[in-house]
């Protein structure tokens, strides 16, 4: 059986360097999902956001004017 100077064997030796790989790759691994969360949140936050609608309309008497979706109110001016 093969050993090496400190007395591991060589089976010994890959179990190790794949241990150490491994937890390498579960740590990007983990890097990746929480990137993965905070894009899909700031996503959510991003469509959750007020949005302001502003109608102008012409006709024979003057403008009429309708600003919504702020929250304390409509403005119209007909």
Do not use: C, H
């Amino acid at each position: 059986m093969y050993m090496d100077e400190e007395g591991m064997t060589l089976a010994t030796e890959i179990l190790q360097e794949l241990k150490a790989s491994a937890r390498r790759w579960f740590i990007a691994f983990l890097i990746m999902l929480g990137i993965e969360i905070a894009t899909v949140a700031g996503f959510l936050w991003y469509l959750s956001l007020p949005v302001d609608e502003t109608v102008t309309v012409e006709n024979e008497d003057g403008n009429a004017n309708y600003v919504g979706g702020n929250v304390s109110g409509d403005i119209t001016n007909q």
